[in-house]
């Protein structure tokens, strides 16, 4: 079973910066896209940001230019570095393939609030 841990969440105002971290406990369930999901209250799960074993990139709209998303493969761990953020970027934030399969973690909260 894989497990995944999602960190680096909290509160920051408007305009702040959190960069976000997720350990995958094995490494041949790293050796995929993986991607960055998000889920705000009363909405559904989204997918903001992929990037592949060889460090490709792609983003939602909505984030371009304000996240970026990175892996370290000896790690077997994601990052999401987030800069700019507005109160619409608050929701619970995962790690998962892309696309997903059925181990999610526990998530991270980010809350965008002055």
């Known amino acids: 079973q894989v497990q995944r841990v999602e960190s680096g969440g909290g509160l920051v105002q408007p305009g702040g910066s959190l960069r976000l971290s997720c350990a995958t406990s094995?490494?041949?369930?790293?050796?995929?896209?993986m991607g960055w999901y998000r889920q705000a209250p009363g909405k559904q799960r989204e997918l903001v940001a992929t990037?592949?074993?060889?460090?490709?990139?792609n983003y939602a709209d909505s984030v371009k230019g304000r996240f970026t998303i990175s892996r370290d493969n000896a790690k077997n761990t994601v990052y999401l570095q987030m800069n700019s953020l507005k109160p619409e970027d608050t929701a619970v934030y995962y790690c998962?393939?892309?696309?997903?399969?059925?181990?999610w973690g526990q998530g991270t909260q980010v809350t965008v609030s002055s």
């Open positions: 990037i592949t074993w060889g460090s490709s990139t």
């Open positions: 094995r490494s041949r369930s790293f050796m995929y896209v």
């Open positions: 998962n393939k892309s696309p997903p399969d059925d181990y």
